[in-house]
């Protein structure tokens, strides 16, 4: 079975027809023009909904769903995310994205090609999703994930590179994991 990943969440509709306002991650229009079909889960159970247009506005996306033709059907879901099979979203990323779930697993390198570990997770704070990294003893550092500090992102190949700068183990060592 396919695995789903959230891409938005409806949050209200706009006009009287059955349209919805969807809120997503800036830059995602193209993402959105391609689908013919989404997933919205409705008391736990899965229902897909077909797409019979899609337009933006002000950094939101305006969708007509087949199945929903009035503002009351509309508040029936309103709140709720919707999902697109793993497959479905891959397919519109370009060459230098990937999904964040991905990076579970790599293998972790240095830029000198050393092995340091493996990426054990990824968090996020306000400013930028932070790789988890576990080195080869066990004990595990965080890395910003932007290009300064993870300049190679190797989907294919299972591998990252990070910039082991002066000290980066020190400041982005995991609570609990000191020695």
């Not at 939101?60 to 919707?82: C, D, R, T």
């Not at 340091?116 to 994930?145: Q, R, Y």
């Amino acid at each position: 079975m396919s695995k789903l990943v959230s891409i938005g969440k409806i949050l209200n509709f706009h006009g009287i027809k059955g349209e919805v306002k969807v809120g997503f991650s800036a830059g995602k229009e193209s993402l959105f023009k391609t689908l013919s079909q989404v997933f919205i889960f409705q008391n736990n159970v899965k229902i897909a909904y077909d797409i019979e247009s899609v337009r933006f506005h002000k950094n939101f996306a305006i969708i007509k769903f087949k199945q929903v033709n009035s503002i009351n059907e509309v508040m029936a879901i309103k709140g709720l995310l919707i999902h697109v099979t793993e497959e479905a979203l891959k397919s519109t990323l370009e060459s230098d994205e990937f999904l964040i779930s991905d990076l579970s697993g790599l293998i972790v390198y240095d830029t000198d090609g050393e092995k340091v570990g493996t990426v054990s997770g990824v968090g996020e704070n306000k400013a930028t999703n932070l790789l988890e990294i576990e080195k080869i003893n066990g004990l595990k550092f965080m890395v910003p994930f932007v290009k300064e500090w993870v300049p190679v992102v190797d989907i294919e190949n299972g591998k990252i590179v990070v910039n082991m700068m002066d000290g980066i183990e020190s400041l982005f060592t995991t609570q609990g994991n000191q020695q």
